[in-house]
């Protein structure tokens, strides 16, 4: 599955010519004890940083602004969430 989600992200890069960045940031042998949940939160922080560095870099290295796809919203899926949403129809 990982292999297929990559080749589409580099096929899609090479034929928008538009880089296109994805990061998995999972934690390995993470055991839930108060040590490891510091542990891993400060190194996914850290992670964090350093590839929204990496992104930043390339996109100046372009010299053009980034295209941003806004976030899409999170629907609820409650009777309430159906009942406001035929409403709107």
Do not use: Y
């Amino acid at each position: 599955m990982a292999q297929a989600v990559l080749q589409g992200i580099v096929q899609t890069s090479l034929e928008t010519e538009v880089p296109v960045l994805s990061a998995v940031l999972t934690p390995h042998h993470f055991h839930e004890h108060a040590v490891h949940e510091e542990f891993f939160k400060d190194h996914m922080r850290t992670k964090g940083k350093e590839l929204a560095e990496a992104c930043v870099s390339i996109i100046e290295r372009l010299g053009r602004p980034p295209l941003v796809v806004p976030p899409r919203p999170v629907l609820s899926r409650g009777p309430s969430a159906a009942a406001s949403t035929s409403s709107r129809r």
